[in-house]
């Protein structure tokens, strides 16, 4: 899906816009999601599910706020979050549906993830990110722990990372202007949801979103 950095760009934006109570929770709410360690099927960081007798996927945003509708509106952590699983599902139709992207294809995941790195460094620059996201205190004992395991550490590590410099080379798939584009409409999107939540209306519909499995 999108990556942290793309994610915090997102996040960013919106806080421009938008009134939150705490920035940093929100952030690393809006990227705790890819540290999250592969589970058993009820304990999946993107909430990732099976419908339609099992011949679809989709992210059970109905269980996130079941579960979290309340946590969403007083605590930035969890709406960070819900914002992460939203913005994936717009992706993978970006990505999939619109620029009919094959992870099929030998060699495809590598090279787009090889995208993701060239891509980070334009997006860091262009959106005046900073490396500033921190674990908040007595993160072990916040029920987001329920929906998964995560890899705190290595994470973060690797957050680190995706702000190092690296060499600029020839994009093979997931451009600049794709970036741009996606983010600019993940911003539009997030905003409607975050006013539909707020004001107790329908979210984002799960189905609408389902890909075949």
């Known amino acids: 899906m999108a990556s942290s950095i793309v994610h915090l760009a997102i996040t ?8 939150f109570t705490d920035t940093n929770r929100l952030k690393f709410g809006a990227i705790l999601v890819d540290a999250g360690i592969k589970g058993e099927k009820e304990r999946n960081a993107h909430l990732k599910i099976f419908v339609n007798e099992g ?6 945003f109905d269980r996130y706020r079941q579960e979290f509708g309340e946590k969403m509106l007083s ?8 914002l992460h699983l939203v913005q994936d599902a717009l992706y993978r139709q970006y990505v999939y549906v ?6 099929h294809k030998q060699g495809n995941v590598e090279r787009l993830h090889k995208d ?6 334009y997006v860091i620059n262009k959106y005046q990110l900073e490396n500033d996201v921190v674990i908040p205190e007595d993160f072990a ?9 995560f890899d705190l550490p290595n994470f973060m590590a690797n957050l680190n990372d995706y702000f190092q410099p690296i060499k600029e080379e020839p994009i093979f798939f997931f451009t ?11 911003i539009d999107f997030c905003t409607k949801e975050i006013e539909k939540i707020r004001s107790g209306k329908p979210g ?3 189905m609408e979103y389902a890909w075949n499995n």
């Open 12 to 19: 960013n934006e919106l806080t421009k816009k938008i009134d």
């Open 55 to 60: 011949t679809k996927k989709t992210y059970d």
């Open 75 to 82: 605590d930035d952590l969890y709406m960070g979050y819900y």
């Open 98 to 103: 619109r620029h009919s992207w094959n992870p």
């Open 116 to 121: 993701y790195g060239i891509v980070n460094q």
């Open 141 to 149: 004992n916040e029920d987001l722990n329920q929906i998964s395991e």
């Open 176 to 186: 600049k202007e794709m970036s741009d584009e996606f983010i600019n409409e993940a």
């Open 204 to 206: 984002i519909d799960m």
